[in-house]
């Protein structure tokens, strides 16, 4: 059997596409300010949220306390493998920028990192790929802090949205919690395959 | 084998049937809670079917601009006119770069093109890494739901199945216990990996990027260590810009599972410096179902799998009876759709009771597809001759009064007089797990002559 190239296929998918022809209907539009759920106290509801699907917030004044913080934390404390991306919050353990190949970071017991806002709907952190050397250290570690200005608390997605720039960074999520699953069972079980445990750092001065 | 008879066999096995139906009522539940703790929730039902709407109907511009502004950012674009194209593809790429092990986060997608056995057929090494697939996959079975794929599955039997494939302890069968097992055994793979595969969640037009939703992880560690990260997605997957996913993405996760929103919402817009990131457009069937003015409307959705856990049929006969990838409301329609000689029960495995409407975060009408399709299967000549025979008979007997009265008639009396055998015998499948009502002494016809007789009385 002859291959069709892919050029022929994108053009009958195309016309066929063309062919069906449904009627026509507005987009509606979407404004940040909509009729949208918004709280009274978006820090209350965030760390609320963040409890509920099994992360925890913690709100500093600065970088020193939540330093001092994160050392109480059994899992940073027993970690061997640490690395931080903000500086004078938890240490580095190893050479971060030495490492070319993702695969090295396997090891990462406790990673502090970056988040840039918080969402109090769904406690979800916007997170972005030129904050560290790799994508995969929000993955990888056995647990993960993230560090957010605690002023940084938008209401809902909405908001959310219309100050990110999407496609701005090839690698940029949201992250809520740290990682579960309820697949055998519906038992829910907290430590699937990424971050067993996740942190959240509100710093007033950063 | 066909819905009724593989359904039987479920129900059969009582106590597992009342279990499973139970394990998705609760998530259906959940679901609930969230719904009603969003203010604007029917809002935002009703807009994102607007957006869906107005996507279809520029579908064809949209996945152009797609194209160009992923192919901006660095991603490669294919086009697949059906499974075999797509598999065609994605095997060509993993040969390109000689990759033996492969990586795959869940995507309905490649189990509709069954994916997984063409390419170890080609001697790749394929792991599905979501837990729940996993389980499916170390099984050797297909999944029996789209979100989640081992809801048919007890903790002791994914046990054994660990017990067998992955060394854990005889007999141990906590969930805890069972899913650290599977971490472990699927981090070794994770990193041995050549390269990751995905489905897509959503696909921006706007940014020409993907957005792929998991709450394990699974797919950002699949795609983040290998070089090679391949997307397939159905090409109804288009949003025409980043902020409808502010919608989107409040919907998914509430309608699914009961969350406020999946634990990892992740953003690709190109690859990882060094590495390549290819994105496959699948069209197998949808570009017809598009024509369709009926049902174009089912290729809205999200795959959130509401429907399956609120539909009274699929939580009392399991997803595997539905013989398809996409069980449920929302397959009873796709796949008849695309194979109706095969899957000509499915329209009837439904009592019409519009729950999966109700609840489906993208206003798909269901319940009324669903009695659509089945006059096109009739059509098509395509029903049996029992359903089409029991129909004749009702047809007969509603349209004749006297007929109908008549035998309402032998009804309440038989069924308040005759003995309990004869009325639970084997041909009243009504009966089988319950008892019928009491029948009333009069007819409603009856009773509402008396009543009017009544009133009238009483105003004279």
Redesign the interface.
């Known amino acids: 059997m002859i291959?069709?190239a892919?050029k022929s296929?994108?053009e009958?998918?195309?016309a066929?596409?063309?062919?069906?022809l449904?009627?026509?209907?507005?987009?509606?539009e979407?404004e940040a300010t909509g009729?949208?759920?918004t709280f009274e106290d978006r820090e209350a509801r965030f760390s609320e949220?963040l409890k509920?699907?099994g992360g925890q917030t913690v709100h500093v004044k600065t970088v020193a306390e939540a330093d001092a913080h994160l050392r109480t934390l059994e899992p940073w404390a027993k970690g061997k493998v640490r690395c931080t991306m903000v500086p004078g919050l938890g240490d580095t353990t190893f050479d971060l920028k030495a490492i070319n190949d993702?695969?090295q970071l396997?090891n990462v017991d406790y990673a502090v990192l970056r988040g840039h806002f918080c969402?109090a709907?769904?406690?979800?952190i916007w997170v972005t790929d030129d904050t560290v050397h790799?994508?995969?250290l929000?993955?990888?570690p056995q647990h993960i802090s993230l560090v957010v200005p605690a002023s940084q608390i938008v209401n809902?997605?909405?908001e959310?949205?219309?100050r990110i720039r999407?496609?701005?960074?090839?690698?940029?999520?949201?992250?809520?919690?740290?990682?579960?699953?309820?697949?055998?069972?519906?038992?829910l079980?907290i430590?699937?395959?990424?971050?067993r445990s996740l942190t959240v750092y509100l710093i007033d001065e950063l | 084998m066909a819905h009724p008879a593989l359904a039987q066999a479920f129900v059969d096995n009582r106590e597992r049937a009342q279990w499973h139906d139970k394990?998705l009522w609760?998530?259906r539940e959940k679901r609930d809670r969230m719904a009603s703790s969003?203010?604007?929730w029917e809002?935002l039902r009703e807009?994102a079917s607007?957006?869906k709407?107005?996507t279809?109907?520029?579908?064809?511009e949209y996945?152009?601009q797609f194209e160009a502004?992923a192919t901006k950012?660095g991603i490669v674009v294919?086009?697949?006119?059906d499974a075999h194209?797509h598999n065609?593809?994605v095997l060509s790429i993993l040969r390109r770069h000689s990759v033996k092990r492969l990586v795959k986060s869940k995507s309905m997608l490649t189990e509709e093109c069954h994916l997984n056995p063409f390419l170890e057929e080609h001697g790749i090494d394929v792991v599905d890494?979501?837990?729940?697939e996993r389980?499916v996959q170390l099984r050797k079975e297909t999944p029996s739901h789209i979100v989640?794929?081992?809801?048919h599955i007890?903790?002791e039997e994914?046990g054994e199945c660990f017990h067998e494939h992955l060394g854990t302890e005889k007999g141990a069968s906590d969930?805890?216990y069972?899913?650290?097992a599977a971490?472990n055994h699927?981090?070794e793979r994770?990193?041995r990996a050549d390269a990751g595969l995905t489905g897509v969640n959503f696909a921006?037009a706007?940014?020409?990027?993907i957005v792929i939703c998991t709450?394990?992880?699974?797919a950002?560690?699949g795609v983040?260590?290998p070089k090679i990260h391949i997307a397939c997605m159905g090409?109804e997957k288009l949003l025409?810009?980043?902020?409808?996913?502010?919608?989107f993405?409040?919907l998914l996760a509430r309608s699914a599972?009961g969350?406020?929103?999946?634990?990892?919402?992740?953003?690709?817009?190109?690859?990882?410096p060094g590495c390549e990131m290819h994105v496959v457009?699948v069209?197998n069937g949808r570009?017809?179902i598009?024509?369709s003015?009926e049902f174009?409307r089912s290729l809205d959705c999200i795959r959130c799998g509401a429907c399956m856990n609120t539909c009274p049929v699929y939580r009392r006969s399991g997803g595997h009876s539905y013989e398809a990838t996409v069980p449920g409301p929302i397959g009873s329609i796709l796949t008849p759709l695309q194979t109706p000689e095969k899957h000509n029960t499915l329209p009837f495995a439904c009592t019409l009771c519009g729950s999966c409407t109700d609840v489906c975060p993208v206003k798909i009408d269901l319940h009324q597809q669903l009695f659509t399709l089945r006059e096109l299967l009739d059509n098509k000549r395509l029903i049996g001759t029992s359903k089409k025979l029991s129909m004749k008979v009702v047809s007969g007997v509603m349209s004749r009064t006297w007929l109908f009265n008549l035998l309402g008639g032998i009804a309440r009396a038989s069924l308040r007089f005759m003995p309990r055998f004869l009325i639970y015998n084997p041909l009243n499948a009504w009966g089988k797990q319950r008892d019928l009502p009491d029948a009333p002494k009069q007819s409603f016809r009856q009773q509402y002559a008396e009543r009017q007789k009544q009133k009238g009385g009483g105003k004279s």
């Open positions: 291959a069709k892919p296929s994108r009958t998918i195309l066929k596409i063309r062919a069906a449904p009627q026509s209907a507005p987009l509606p979407l009729p949208w759920q949220v509920f699907v993702p695969h396997e969402v709907e769904n406690g979800a790799h994508r995969v929000y993955f990888i809902n997605m909405h959310a949205y219309a999407i496609g701005e960074h090839r690698f940029a999520g949201f992250i809520s919690g740290p990682s579960k699953t309820a697949d055998i069972e519906q038992s079980v430590g699937a395959h990424g971050a | 394990a609760f998530v969003v203010p604007e809002l807009t607007n957006i709407r107005h279809q109907s520029r579908m064809a996945l152009e502004n950012n294919h086009w697949a006119a194209e065609e593809i890494s979501d837990l729940g389980i989640l794929p081992a809801i007890r903790k994914v969930p805890n069972l899913t650290e971490r699927l981090r994770f990193c921006i706007e940014t020409g990027g709450n394990e992880g699974n950002d560690l983040g260590l090409m025409p810009r980043a902020k409808d996913l502010s919608v993405l409040r599972t969350q406020p929103v999946t634990t990892y919402s992740s953003h690709f817009h190109g690859p990882q457009i069209d570009s017809e598009l024509k003015p174009r």
